[in-house]
């Protein structure tokens, strides 16, 4: 055959035939994945020509067809974005075949084994880039016997049999992830002492920027060695998804009593969030907000270095007026004065909720400046800085400071426990973030009266801490049992609930 040109309309004219049929959308279950699996077989052996075409391609053909590169040749014919034709290209060159000078026929390619699996279909472009990338970054350090024996390896895995054992049972055909594993496993017996320049060049490249302040966040990038990045992503699944083993067993069985509003199996339904109405967050907004919450903790330790002879501390700076018209008479700032909210070691919030109310009085207006940051913030951000930190006030007469106050409202380590042991999570239903890394909000504001005790805290991680003016739920104490009243479209009965069972409101049943 001189020419495949011919068989290729043809396999354009019958994939046309089966688009035009309008029979796939009613295919049954086990014809759609007959389908799938076919169209697999087309599409890899699609990738095959493409990549073949284009590895046996000479220097000058671009140039040829108008185009500076094999790069803008392949965007422009195969109507794929840059990175798709950079696959392209970077397949080619592991397949491409040099002629032989003297009688003109074409030399093995560098990954034979592999490039025999791509045209029988058993890998696309994904699976040989996967394949070939471990080794091909080891460079000469793995020697060209030792590659093909690799390339072997390789192919007999994407085909779905090990060739090195004749013997052994056959296995699935191998996905592109299978073959990055088994590559990577390879290159590390070959190259054992590769992990050294890899590491140190990894070391040199590890970085943390952060951006110019731009619609009101900070673009954040960077490079996290690996074990920085287990220890963060530890973090974020710990925040997002916490695993509690549970009280002990104590050989005995709680039932509801018939006033708490539970399933017939005992499960309250108002602590649970099928529908992801309580949370709404994405994945990247918990993650922020599990960060937020970690760098709190961290300010704290006392591990922590200390910043002019105090642990780093955030501090929000806001005029007296702008702070006392925000929130009427939520906080008796006095006169004209700049007023500094100053939290215990990086930790800041405040909804605003009253525990009589059950109202948020967030700020309708205002700006507060935190140093550092290069634009102003919103007022609210004061009123949530203020409610588990120290307000300090700086008077100033022209310029001069004429007087300084101080207003501690902080918990102290051991009310923080007591709390943390008597609520255990987020007070919110539905949030299962531990108390212990929970931020403790004071129910009645400290500025109406309200005590910096363990009758006027509840834990609220740092997202519901900071949402809870806005968000609709409502918290109140009653005799000094916390209890929360949901939004309309989480509880149409809008009534005063405990927010988990314990044991003053089950009745105990011996099994």
């Not at 967050?281 to 993650?287: D, G, L, N, P, V």
């Not at 973030?433 to 363990?454: D, F, L, Q």
Request: glycine share 10%; with cysteine; proline share 7%.
């Amino acid at each position: 055959m001189n020419n495949p040109v011919p068989l290729l309309d043809q396999v354009v004219s019958d994939l046309d035939q089966v688009l035009s049929a309008d029979a796939l959308g009613a295919l049954s279950d086990a014809d759609r994945m007959h389908v799938l699996r076919v169209a697999g077989e087309a599409f890899r052996r699609i990738e095959a020509v493409v990549v073949e075409a284009t590895a046996g391609a000479e220097p000058g053909f671009p140039e040829e067809f108008g185009c500076r590169n094999m790069n803008e040749l392949l965007q422009r014919v195969l109507r794929v974005d840059a990175p798709g034709a950079a696959r392209v290209v970077k397949a080619a060159d592991l397949l491409h075949r040099d002629v032989e000078l003297t009688s003109g026929a074409r030399l093995p390619a560098r990954w034979p084994a592999l490039r025999g699996a791509m045209l029988d279909g058993s890998i696309g472009i994904a699976g040989l880039l996967a394949a070939t990338g471990p080794i091909e970054r080891a460079g000469v350090r793995i020697g060209a016997a030792d590659r093909l024996r690799a390339d072997a390896e390789l192919a007999g895995q994407a085909r779905g049999y090990v060739l090195a054992d004749a013997a052994a049972d056959v296995a699935p055909p191998a996905t592109p992830e299978d073959l990055k594993q088994f590559a990577q496993l390879i290159a590390l017996y070959l190259d054992p002492d590769g992990s050294a320049p890899s590491d140190a060049e990894a070391s040199q490249n590890r970085s943390f920027t952060i951006g110019r302040l731009r619609n009101g966040t900070y673009p954040v990038r960077g490079n996290m060695l690996p074990e920085t990045y287990a220890q963060m992503q530890l973090i974020f699944d710990a925040q997002m998804n916490p695993k509690t083993a549970g009280p002990e067993d104590l050989g005995v069985m709680f039932r509801p009593s018939d006033e708490m509003d539970c399933d017939d199996d005992g499960a309250n339904p108002f602590n649970n969030d099928p529908r992801n109405v309580i949370d709404p967050r994405t994945r990247a907004q918990k993650q922020h907000d599990a960060l937020a919450a970690a760098l709190g903790i961290a300010a704290r330790h006392d591990d922590m270095p200390s910043l002019g002879g105090a642990a780093p501390t955030l501090v929000v700076h806001i005029d007296a007026a702008t702070f006392a018209t925000g929130a009427g008479a939520k906080f008796a700032v006095g006169s004209a004065a700049d007023a500094l909210p100053v939290p215990n070691s990086g930790t800041n919030s405040d909804s605003g909720t009253n525990s009589d109310t059950g109202t948020g009085a967030g700020f309708a207006a205002g700006w507060a400046t935190i140093p550092g940051v290069d634009a102003p913030v919103s007022a609210s951000v004061a009123s949530h800085t203020a409610c588990t930190g120290t307000i300090q006030r700086v008077l100033f007469d022209e310029g001069r400071i004429i007087g300084i106050s101080v207003t501690d409202r902080i918990f102290t380590v051991h009310q923080r426990r007591a709390i943390v042991l008597r609520d255990k999570e987020c007070l919110i239903p539905g949030c299962h973030v531990p108390a212990s890394w929970c931020e403790i909000h004071h129910v009645t504001e400290h500025a109406r009266g309200g005590p910096t005790h363990t009758d006027n805290g509840v834990p609220l991680c740092w997202h519901h801490h900071r949402t809870l003016d806005r968000s609709g739920w409502e918290i109140r104490m009653i005799g000094g049992i916390p209890q929360i009243r949901g939004p309309g479209w989480w509880d149409h009965a809008q009534r005063w609930r405990t927010p988990r069972a314990t044991l003053h409101t089950l009745t105990r049943t011996r099994v």
